[in-house]
């Protein structure tokens, strides 16, 4: 501990940023698999790697007692130190100094004592930390109380760690950063470049890895050309949460997007997979999932982060996983292997509710992939995962392999009812224009929403000439105006609301076009509107299973 220490202050007594690489770079040379883990670990000021998922619990008030106990300061004492440093390893350090048995510690007992702190329960845990800090050097105790707080500042950043790691051994640092971003730990990431394990395809039971990530479209054309297939597959895009399900040799475990264990939250599926016949890892999607029926992510929400979930909730808000690739089966990963024969693999497995798999279709070419998507939108669904059959599965990446086309869901043909003065360099032209549909039953026109993009300047412009002459009440940042200008919106969902007459309002609205061709009365209706919001966003919107490939 001393060494990292002494490498800790060298680090922080430069500015330099290539001086602080250099420094950590030799020190990481000197280590050993393990300790250079828990060294790459502790420099980015974390007790614990991010795939070991743990934290100490141990607060500043049981650490203040600790340090005030061993060095039989005062209160008084120690606050005037504290003052002077503002930072809790540094305090640590000097009220320690002369009051400690001076002896050094191996990285490995360190990271003995905090987990020995970790698994202890309430003021048992300050016990292991008074063990280590009465025999540790000041210099050393600095440090470990620094890794506790969970701040080295020492101007350290995780990018400068990688940095570290691409010195000492040697390795590019975009294949560093590759490799963390695969790892997620920065701990496991220093001993792969160390030991030059760099293919992606490396993945441990139980150590979480990066998801798959898909990058936007806009429109069929565009997929069939990023893609450069002439044969594309599409699934669904469900709306919950992503979800990597590891199940070897008896043992579950679940971890979302940020790579955190979810398993207690959905103890359905943990119970469903330790009955599964072999070891599997799966990437899906949580859904809340009742009757056979998909619940909207409104309902799946009283589920999430949750540590414990009861027989009630289970009842009420029952989940699925609707899977969408294989990476493990017959003890091995398959990440490697074409899409098209993960898929194989996978729907050999025969699984059962509540193990879904997502709906795949094929599609040979654009007017095709738009048909599908139409169809995909029919049944209420927000957008449309395209896959190209032949890939392999890269962890972290964004790429080409898979594309999300979303387009909004519906627009709504509207009528500005009052327009506002923008700000900023929309300063002195009429940009923001609340908008409305006709209420049926009243004959009024209703606002439903405030746009403020999807107009181009030169538009602005003429827009702001238009509605000038087109006023009818000055209302001191804009005016009401004329219900003459009908626009094309585009927004993401309706929420219920009391600021406008409609009871609705448009979420991120933005304009398509305006619609010079279209006549004010036949603009979109508040009958629309509510028919919309009960089918997608309401409380009790449903999509039906059809979008779930039964298995
Ligand atoms: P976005 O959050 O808009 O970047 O979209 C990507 C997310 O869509 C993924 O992280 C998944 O959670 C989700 N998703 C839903 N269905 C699928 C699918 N069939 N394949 C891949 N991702 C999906």
Same mark, same amino acid.
């Given at each position: 501990m001393q060494d990292f220490a002494r490498t800790g202050a060298a680090?922080g007594a430069?500015?330099?940023?290539?001086?602080?690489?250099?420094?950590? *770079?030799?020190?990481?040379?000197?280590? *050993?698999?393990?300790?250079?883990?828990?060294?790459?670990?502790?420099?980015? /000021?974390?007790?614990? !790697?991010?795939?070991?998922?743990?934290?100490? !619990? #141990? /607060?500043?008030?049981?650490?203040?007692?600790?340090?005030?106990?061993?060095?039989?300061?005062?209160?008084?004492?120690?606050?005037?130190?504290?003052?002077?440093?503002?930072?809790?390893g540094d305090w640590a350090g000097e009220a320690l100094e002369g009051r400690t048995q001076n002896e050094d510690a191996?990285?490995?007992?360190?990271?003995?004592?905090?987990?020995?702190?970790?698994?202890?329960?309430?003021?048992?845990?300050? $016990?292991?930390?008074?063990?280590?800090l009465?025999r540790l050097h000041p210099e050393a105790a600095r440090f470990l109380i620094k890794?506790?707080?969970?701040?080295?500042?020492i101007?350290?950043?995780? &990018?400068?760690?990688?940095?570290?790691?691409?010195?000492?051994?040697?390795?590019?640092?975009?294949?560093?950063?590759?490799?963390?971003?695969?790892?997620?730990?920065? /701990?496991?990431?220093?001993?792969?470049?160390?030991?030059?394990?760099?293919?992606?395809?490396?993945?441990?039971?139980?150590?979480?890895?990066?998801?798959?990530?898909?990058?936007?479209?806009?429109?069929?054309?565009?997929?069939?050309?990023?893609?450069?297939? !002439?044969?594309?597959?599409?699934?669904?895009?469900?709306? &919950? $949460? @992503?979800?990597?399900?590891?199940? %070897?040799?008896?043992?579950?475990?679940?971890?979302?997007?940020?790579?955190?264990?979810?398993?207690?939250?959905?103890?359905?599926?943990?119970?469903?997979?330790? @009955?599964?016949?072999?070891? =599997?890892?799966?990437? *899906?999607?949580?859904?809340?999932?009742?009757?056979?029926? %998909?619940?909207?992510?409104?309902?799946?929400?009283?589920?999430?982060?949750?540590?414990?979930?009861?027989?009630? #909730?289970?009842?009420?808000?029952?989940?699925?996983?609707?899977?969408?690739?294989?990476?493990?089966?017959?003890?091995?990963?398959?990440?490697?292997?074409?899409?098209?024969? @993960?898929?194989? #693999?996978?729907?050999?497995?025969?699984?059962?509710?509540?193990?879904?798999?997502?709906?795949?279709?094929?599609?040979?070419?654009?007017?095709?992939?738009?048909?599908?998507?139409?169809?995909?939108?029919?049944?209420?669904?927000?957008?449309?995962?395209?896959?190209?059959?032949?890939?392999?599965?890269?962890?972290?990446?964004?790429?080409?392999?898979?594309?999300?086309?979303?387009?909004?869901?519906?627009?709504?043909?509207?009528?500005?009812?009052? $327009?506002?003065? !923008?700000?900023?360099?929309?300063? *002195?032209?009429?940009?923001?224009?609340?908008?409305?549909?006709?209420?049926?039953?009243?004959?009024?026109?209703?606002?439903? /929403?405030?746009?403020?993009?999807?107009?181009?300047?030169?538009?602005?412009?003429?827009?702001?000439?238009?509605?000038?002459?087109?006023?009818? @009440?000055?209302?001191?940042?804009?005016?009401? $105006?004329?219900?003459?200008?009908?626009?094309?919106?585009?927004?993401?969902?309706?929420?219920?609301?009391?600021?406008?007459?409609?009871?609705?309002?448009?979420?991120?609205?933005?304009? %398509?076009?305006?619609?010079?061709?279209?006549? =004010?009365?036949?603009?979109?209706?508040?009958?629309?509107?509510?028919?919309?919001?009960?089918?997608?966003?309401?409380?009790?919107?449903?999509?039906?299973?059809?979008?779930?490939?039964?298995?």
């Amino acid at each position: 501990m001393q060494d990292f220490a002494r490498t800790g202050a060298a680090v922080g007594a430069t500015t330099a940023t290539l001086e602080k690489t250099r420094i950590l *770079g030799s020190y990481f040379r000197t280590l *050993g698999d393990d300790d250079l883990r828990r060294a790459a670990i502790f420099m980015s /000021g974390r007790a614990f !790697g991010p795939s070991q998922r743990r934290t100490l !619990g #141990l /607060g500043w008030r049981a650490i203040n007692r600790v340090v005030g106990s061993i060095s039989t300061r005062s209160e008084e004492e120690l606050s005037r130190i504290f003052r002077k440093h503002s930072d809790l390893g540094d305090w640590a350090g000097e009220a320690l100094e002369g009051r400690t048995q001076n002896e050094d510690a191996s990285l490995e007992e360190i990271a003995a004592t905090l987990e020995a702190i970790r698994s202890a329960k309430g003021a048992a845990k300050a $016990v292991p930390l008074e063990a280590i800090l009465s025999r540790l050097h000041p210099e050393a105790a600095r440090f470990l109380i620094k890794i506790i707080a969970g701040e080295m500042r020492i101007g350290l950043s995780e &990018g400068l760690v990688e940095a570290a790691i691409a010195e000492a051994f040697d390795v590019p640092i975009a294949q560093v950063k590759r490799v963390h971003l695969i790892t997620g730990d920065i /701990g496991e990431t220093a001993v792969r470049c160390k030991n030059k394990q760099f293919e992606s395809t490396k993945v441990t039971p139980f150590q979480p890895f990066r998801f798959m990530l898909a990058s936007p479209v806009e429109s069929p054309q565009e997929a069939f050309d990023r893609m450069g297939a !002439g044969k594309v597959w599409t699934e669904e895009k469900y709306d &919950g $949460v @992503r979800c990597q399900l590891h199940h %070897v040799d008896g043992r579950v475990e679940m971890f979302s997007r940020d790579l955190k264990e979810t398993t207690a939250a959905f103890p359905e599926l943990a119970e469903a997979a330790l @009955r599964l016949p072999h070891g =599997v890892m799966f990437d *899906g999607e949580v859904l809340a999932h009742r009757n056979g029926r %998909v619940l909207r992510f409104f309902e799946l929400q009283h589920r999430l982060g949750r540590k414990v979930v009861d027989e009630e #909730l289970r009842r009420e808000v029952p989940v699925a996983l609707v899977i969408f690739d294989l990476l493990w089966v017959n003890n091995r990963a398959v990440l490697d292997e074409p899409l098209q024969e @993960r898929r194989r #693999l996978l729907e050999s497995l025969e699984l059962e509710h509540p193990f879904l798999l997502a709906r795949v279709e094929e599609a040979t070419s654009p007017d095709d992939l738009d048909r599908i998507f139409a169809e995909t939108r029919e049944r209420g669904n927000e957008g449309l995962m395209v896959k190209d059959p032949n890939s392999q599965y890269t962890p972290g990446r964004r790429g080409l392999a898979w594309l999300k086309l979303k387009r909004p869901l519906a627009t709504l043909d509207v009528v500005v009812t009052a $327009v506002e003065w !923008g700000h900023g360099k929309r300063k *002195g032209v009429l940009s923001d224009y609340t908008f409305a549909v006709l209420d049926t039953t009243t004959g009024k026109l209703v606002n439903v /929403g405030k746009a403020y993009t999807g107009l181009t300047d030169a538009e602005i412009a003429t827009m702001t000439e238009k509605f000038l002459h087109m006023q009818v @009440r000055d209302v001191g940042y804009g005016y009401a $105006v004329r219900p003459e200008v009908v626009l094309e919106v585009a927004f993401d969902s309706i929420q219920r609301s009391e600021r406008h007459a409609s009871g609705f309002a448009l979420r991120f609205p933005r304009i %398509v076009r305006i619609r010079d061709d279209k006549p =004010v009365g036949e603009t979109d209706t508040l009958e629309r509107v509510e028919q919309l919001y009960d089918r997608y966003f309401g409380e009790k919107a449903e999509v039906p299973l059809s979008e779930v490939a039964e298995t």
